[in-house]
């Protein structure tokens, strides 16, 4: 059974950072370029940075040196580091295949407010 399991969410002021971190299980994990996606309320989901099966990273423009995505295939986990978050990244957020759909996870929440 796939699994996706999403943690380290939480409430910080504007400027300080988060590190994201989804643990997958039941999937030959260094197999999938991954992804992590935001759904703030009232806005669908959104890309915003992914990893391909080798390494390679793309970012959406608006966290673009502001997060940092990678892999521990060892792990089974991709992490998101988030710098210099601002209120408009808060949001739930996911991990999921970059090109192939998993089953959702349940997100964690990401909350940037003085």
């Known amino acids: 059974q796939v699994q996706l399991v999403e943690s380290g969410g939480g409430l910080v002021q504007p400027g300080e950072s988060l590190r994201l971190s989804c643990a997958a299980s039941?999937?030959?994990?260094?197999?999938?370029?991954m992804g992590w996606y935001r759904q703030a309320p009232g806005k669908q989901r959104e890309l915003v940075a992914s990893?391909?099966?080798?390494?390679?990273?793309d970012y959406a423009d608006s966290v673009k040196g502001r997060f940092t995505i990678s892999r521990d295939n060892a792990k089974n986990t991709v992490y998101l580091q988030m710098n210099s978050l601002k209120p408009e990244d808060t949001a739930v957020y996911y991990c999921n295949g970059a090109q192939t759909p998993l089953p959702w996870g349940r997100g964690t929440q990401v909350t940037i407010s003085s």
């Open positions: 990893v391909s099966r080798g390494g390679t990273t």
């Open positions: 039941g999937i030959i994990f260094r197999l999938y370029a």
